[in-house]
């Protein structure tokens, strides 16, 4: 950090990268949450993480994996587009894939409850089909 024009800190870091990362229409408060968090990373566990997501290619082993998968996407996330997210789910033995509308990569800040309402409802969804299989069996 800090050379040749690069941010000198994850602060700067973040204020450069978070608006980019959420909708156009999220609230201050969520912005000014999500640059607090970026912010208060460790720079080498930032680096560190970034290596290791660009490194990373697991797409020859979608299709062998085994357990119930939710693909949740948000419509102005451009780090891991709905596109993309759906391409995904249809390489998933039984994936689900849902997009919500209006946010951005970091939708559980941006809206928290809308977040967590749509992962308790498809956790509830893939627990009840799974159960209700059993009992027929």
Not at 74 to 98: C, F, K, N, W
Not at 104 to 113: C, F, R, T, Y
């Amino acid at each position: 950090f800090g050379t040749c024009g690069q941010p000198s800190s994850m602060r700067d870091v973040a204020m450069a990268l978070v608006p980019g990362m959420m909708a156009p229409t999220a609230s201050v408060a969520a912005r000014n949450a999500a640059i607090e968090m970026m912010a208060a990373v460790p720079p080498q566990t930032y680096r560190l993480a970034v290596a290791a997501i660009a490194a990373f290619d697991g797409r020859a082993h979608l299709a062998g994996i085994p357990v119930p998968v939710l693909c949740l996407a948000a419509e102005h996330d451009e780090t891991s587009s709905p596109a993309v997210l759906q391409g995904m789910a249809q390489r998933i033995p039984g994936a689900d894939y849902r997009c919500l509308k209006g946010l951005g990569h970091l939708a559980p800040v941006e809206d928290p409850p809308r977040w967590a309402a749509e992962v308790a409802d498809w956790c509830g969804r893939r627990i009840a089909g799974q159960w209700n299989s059993r009992v027929a069996q």
